[in-house]
């Protein structure tokens, strides 16, 4: 029975073959699908690469790093404020450029975790090359201005107070005993001024050498007439 | 078919038939019909749906004859292009996944692979197979299959299942200690 069957199987096959139903696929296309897989490869960790510098800059330059030293309040608020569904976005392409290496000898040789690690190194050294450019900076200032085809929000965000939740920066204008003024921006193309009062214990000015003009990132609760009450403030650099 | 065609290796015969030589893909047939259909025969009880994946399996072979690499072994190129074929086949028909996430390829294993080992243990393994591979998981039957019964090494496996060969390593001994449990409880029922 089983020569039957292969008789069978032989004779079906050869059929399709001789009236050309099943043809040989030309070399050609092998290489192109290895071309795309290693272009796909590329694009992904580029992606990554390019997700993770935006996480490091934004953190950064938003000010939101600060948070960290401002006790528990702080942490929460910069635990709230940290960019999680990009970190998800960066995994899952990080994940998809694994899977794709996986039909590579070297790939499928390696164990998950050894490859995954592989590639979050080489990710991670692309977005510190990335993050010596001025890409960030340039994507930022041309969200401020509405000026980028996507992602307007996600780079037009970085530098905007979250006044809701107590975060401010902007330059000191005037200290008194127990405040100072402190004049913020919300960069969003003309430039807005706003001025608040921000109620300091003497020693978080003295602690901080806070003096007039210079740029600080203030975390604090906000009271119902409009005046903060500092937990946390920082000298921060100014960007143009 | 004449002495000069049978003294061909099958590398050989896959590169006459990637020039344009269609007739030589018979050969190959020949040659491993029986080797896949008794492959796929420990997957699928089934045997029409066994034909029909040895078909698909020979249309694919041909379809794809031209990415084979006649620097290399031909034989686990044709059991990865099964493997697929006959997974894709058990998928289809099961209602559930066919295993949830691998742990196995999670992280890295030391193993070493002992012929001599295989070698004593050959015709004990091959019996069990017989009677009691049915109960066993299929990714513990295709290791077992591939090791005892087709005789590929580890990095051949490694090759077919593309898995690492630490992998294929622990998945043989995890194997043949199942088989040999499964086998202890039938020979108790029997």
Known sequence: MVDEISKKIEIEVLKKIESGQVKMRPKSFFYIKVIISVLSIFFGLIVSALLLSYIFYSTRISGNLNLLGFGSKGIYEFMMLFPWLIVVLDVLVLLFVDWLLRSFKFGYKSSVIYLFLGTLVVMTLLSTLVNFTKFNKAMMYRAEYDRLLLGNNLYGSIRRSHSSRGLFFGYVESINNKSIILVHTDYKGSKTLDRIEVILSPELIHLNSIKIGDNVFVAGVVSPTSQVKAYGISKIVKLD | ?190
Do not use: C
């Open chain 2, 1 to 190: 078919m004449n002495d000069e065609t049978k003294s061909l290796t099958d590398e050989e015969i896959a590169v006459l038939v990637q020039n344009g030589d269609k007739d030589k893909f018979a050969i190959i047939m020949d040659r491993y019909q029986s080797k896949l259909f008794r492959y796929g025969r420990r997957f699928l009880t089934d045997v029409d749906d066994v034909t029909d994946v040895v078909q698909d399996v020979f249309i694919k072979v041909y379809q794809n004859i031209k990415s084979f690499d006649s620097k290399q072994r031909f034989s686990p190129w044709i059991y990865r292009i099964a493997h697929n074929t006959y997974i894709n086949s058990i998928k289809k028909n099961s209602r559930g996944p066919l295993y949830l996430f691998d742990f196995d390829v999670l992280i890295s294993h030391t193993v070493v692979e002992d012929p001599l080992v295989r070698g004593r243990e050959k015709s004990e393994i091959k019996k069990m197979i017989d009677e009691s591979l049915s109960k066993l998981e299929t990714k513990y039957k295709e290791i077992l299959i591939l090791y005892y019964i087709e005789e590929f090494s580890y990095k051949e496996i490694s090759d077919i299942l593309q898995i690492p060969i630490g992998t294929v390593g622990v998945r043989v001994m995890r194997g043949r200690e199942l088989l040999k449990n499964s086998y202890k409880e039938v020979s108790k029922e029997k």
